[in-house]
Structures are given as structure tokens and as C-alpha cells.
């Protein structure tokens, strides 16, 4: 490939990825729990990307190519075995939150940390990337009926850990532990 036109697909693979970096990040982080372990998944992600990008940029989909593939590199680091690997049952402390919806969010996120892996990724596909029943059931290589029966399994474990956090009086939550695992 002459220099000119290597420069050109860096160039764009650089605009692509700076594009969808915040997205695929995100993603990474709703997906596992941890940001430090979703952005090296991360990061192996878009350097396969990178090695394959001549042909990756070709994708009639390429977004749902890069969220295949990162969806992918979440399954394979679940299945190393240093990944079950819990070296603390202590969440490290955050700041205050600056706005009172923060304080949700974080509930949420830590609900979610909480359910089972499969209908975790059912809904953050659901409903942090909007993604459509076929096109979850796309991703994931799996059946639209098996989504919607995730999707609803997962939202009722999320419903179940939520509503005591929803009863607890602001004041009477206590902070600084993990709380206990479903999966």
C-alpha cells in the first residue's frame, strides 16, 4: 500500500475509533463492573481492529462489527481463570456525587454488577446501547426469544435488588461494602 494512502486509513481508522471510544468504554465497564479491566479489553479490541482494519472498514455494519468484537473479548476474559479471581469484597470510596440522580446511577450499576452475566449483556444492549430485540439477539448469537426471556429475568433481579435500596431512608444506607453476589 503506497505511504499516502496508509496515512489515509490511519487518519480514519483514528476518527472512527476517537468517535466511538466513549461508547465502546462504557459498554466495557456496564459489561464487567471494573474501568481498569474494561479498558484493556478495550484496547485489545482496537488493536485487532487496527491489524484488521483494510478489511474491517469494508463491514456493511461496522459498528455492530467492533460491538461483536468486544462483546467477544468480555466472553473470553469471563472464561480466564484469573478472572474469577475476587481479591476484595470492599468497593473503593468515590467521591460525593454532584448531582442527586448520581446517587441512582450508582445504585443501578452496582445492581447490575449483580446479575447473571448473560442477561447483564442483554440489558446493557437493551437499554444502555438501544439496541433492538434482533439486533441484541444478533450480537449475542443467540435466538430474539432468548433475549426477551433474558431481558425479562434480568430486569426482575434488577427490580428485586433495587426495591430495598428504594425503601432504605437516605440516611439509614450503609456504604463502603459490596454488596453480596448473585451469580
Not at 481498569?36 to 487496527?50: C, F, K, N, P, S
Not at 466472553?75 to 470492599?90: N, S
Request: aromatic fraction near 6%.
Amino acid at each position: 500500500m503506497p505511504l499516502s494512502r496508509a496515512l489515509a486509513a490511519d487518519a480514519e481508522y483514528t476518527e472512527y475509533v476517537r468517535a466511538g471510544l466513549p461508547q465502546w468504554r462504557r459498554t466495557a465497564y456496564l459489561m464487567c463492573g471494573d474501568w481498569h479491566q474494561g479498558d484493556d479489553i478495550v484496547q485489545r479490541v482496537l488493536t485487532e481492529l487496527y491489524r484488521n482494519w483494510p478489511r474491517a472498514r469494508r463491514a456493511d455494519n461496522l459498528n455492530a462489527l467492533v460491538r461483536t468484537m468486544l462483546l467477544r473479548r468480555l466472553i473470553d476474559d469471563r472464561r480466564r481463570r484469573w478472572a474469577r479471581v475476587l481479591l476484595t469484597d470492599l468497593l473503593p470510596e468515590r467521591a460525593a456525587p454532584t448531582a442527586p440522580d448520581a446517587t441512582e446511577r450508582l445504585d443501578v450499576v452496582a445492581a447490575l454488577r449483580q446479575v447473571a452475566p448473560r442477561q447483564r449483556a442483554v440489558l446493557v444492549l437493551r437499554f444502555f446501547q438501544d439496541l433492538t430485540v434482533e439486533e441484541t439477539a444478533q450480537a449475542l448469537g443467540c435466538a430474539p426469544g432468548t433475549v426477551k426471556s433474558q431481558t425479562a429475568k434480568g430486569l426482575a433481579t434488577l427490580r428485586g435488588l433495587l426495591a430495598p435500596i428504594r425503601d432504605d431512608a437516605p440516611t439509614t444506607r450503609q456504604t463502603g461494602s459490596a454488596p453480596a453476589s448473585v451469580c
